[in-house]
């Protein structure tokens, strides 16, 4: 799962970089990270597709940031560093969406929310921090499963204060 994961990951990248991410770029990666024989490459190139649609009819006309490195002082003293997977900038607060190689099913969202949760909170805190804006909303994308888990995260109490909730699922296909 993690080759998988990493390989959907650069898919999802490249895919947001040029608009959309050819068949034969899919190929290539998943065979490159040794997986082109787990997953149909039609089926990724559909996922991806429905996932920058899904963002473009979200947020429409708000800038889509990829790969974005994020460190900051943590409201605990301790220093928060990471690389954001997708980040939309919404006008008044960021929007952080976390892929996710995971391939459970609905009924696994909770455990999903309770495990990435604290993560995504941190990478809220840091956003706050370095940008002055706040994370209005925080995602988990899980390709595999083909769906988007909202997570009720909020950035204004220490990470891991509060036990992380799904409230929104969006699924595709």
Known sequence: MTALGSALHLCIARAAVLGSVPA???ERILKTWAVADSIDKDA???QVEAFLAWIAKRWPGCPVHLEAPIEAN???????RGRID?????????V???HKSNPGGAARDEDLAAKHGPQIESYGHALLSATGKPMSQGWLYLPVAARAVR????PSSPPGSAQQKHEETQEWM
Do not use: F, H, M, Y
């Open 86 to 94: 997708l980040l939309v900038e919404e006008p008044n607060g960021w």
């Open 96 to 98: 952080l969406l976390d």
């Open 74 to 80: 943590g409201p605990n003293g301790t220093r928060i």
């Open 44 to 46: 990724v190139c559909a």
């Open 151 to 154: 997570l009720s995260c909020v």
């Open 24 to 26: 034969p770029d899919v």
